[in-house]
């Protein structure tokens, strides 16, 4: 799940049009509570992000949400500067389906979050060509028309 950058180079390599990298933060503190890497770190996930991106792939977030981890304004903060650095394509959200109480003790969360639709204004203010999803488009349907538009739904 981007662990090795140099295989997703060989993925890229062999016509792979789209990838999707699995994560519950893009803080890397968080990253690592909930995944406890073994054999590769945050930054090898990240920089196999960029590899997907820079090489022409429809690059997509599975993003793991729960209630005042997410909507922080430290996850916030972070996912903006993870979006500026990365270029992805598409947040696809799915529910973390754990317990938020116990993932935030865990986490070490403290604070209520802010909720999640402020998150996603924010998200298509400052990157309006980010798409949300929820399950894999064929190559043909990666840009709908007016997908920088379609946010706020009403």
Do not use: H
């Not at 933060?25 to 996930?45: G, I, K």
């Amino acid at each position: 799940n981007g662990s090795f950058p140099e295989r997703i180079k060989l993925l890229c390599d062999a016509g792979m049009d789209s990838m999707r990298f699995s994560m519950n933060s893009v803080q890397e503190e968080l990253y690592n509570r909930y995944y406890r890497p073994v054999n590769y770190r945050f930054a090898d996930v990240v920089e196999s992000v960029k590899i997907a991106k820079e090489r022409g792939l429809f690059t997509m977030i599975n993003y793991l949400v729960s209630p005042g981890v997410t909507d922080s304004v430290a996850e916030g903060d972070a996912l903006m500067k993870f979006l500026g650095e990365t270029g992805i394509d598409m947040l696809q959200m799915r529910n973390l389906s754990i317990d938020p109480d116990f993932y935030n003790v865990e986490m070490g969360i403290k604070e209520r979050g802010l909720g999640m639709y402020p998150l996603l204004e924010r998200i298509k203010r400052e990157f309006p060509k980010v798409q949300f999803g929820y399950f894999n488009r064929t190559k043909e349907k990666f840009f709908p028309e007016g997908y920088e538009k379609g946010w706020p739904i009403k």
